[in-house]
């Protein structure tokens, strides 16, 4: 799953090396924190949330495939 999030992050992002996932697994699923660079942040949200919505999309759909029963990707400022 980390792996999956921090490909689509550095299609992204101008800064690739700055991307960070930390990924952890509870009883519900996965939770999965980014972390880019500040000048990044606007790319990834999106203008109104819509790239961000698209990778939380993304990501429920690979979490579905991999077997797990939620996934939460959180955008860390």
């Known amino acids: 799953m980390r792996d ?9 992002v ?11 697994h509870d009883e519900r699923g996965v ?6 660079a500040q000048e990044d942040m606007g ?3 999106g203008r109104g949330g819509r790239t961000a919505r698209a990778i ?13 029963h939620h996934c939460h990707v959180e955008i860390a400022d």
Do not use: N, Q, W
Request: no cysteine.
């Open 43 to 45: 790319k990834v949200i």
């Open 14 to 24: 101008d800064d690739p090396d700055s991307v960070e996932v930390d990924e952890k």
């Open 31 to 36: 939770l999965l924190t980014l972390r880019v």
């Open 4 to 12: 999956v999030l921090e490909y689509v992050a550095r299609e992204i």
């Open 56 to 68: 939380r999309a993304v990501m429920k759909a690979a979490a579905t495939r991999a077997g797990f």
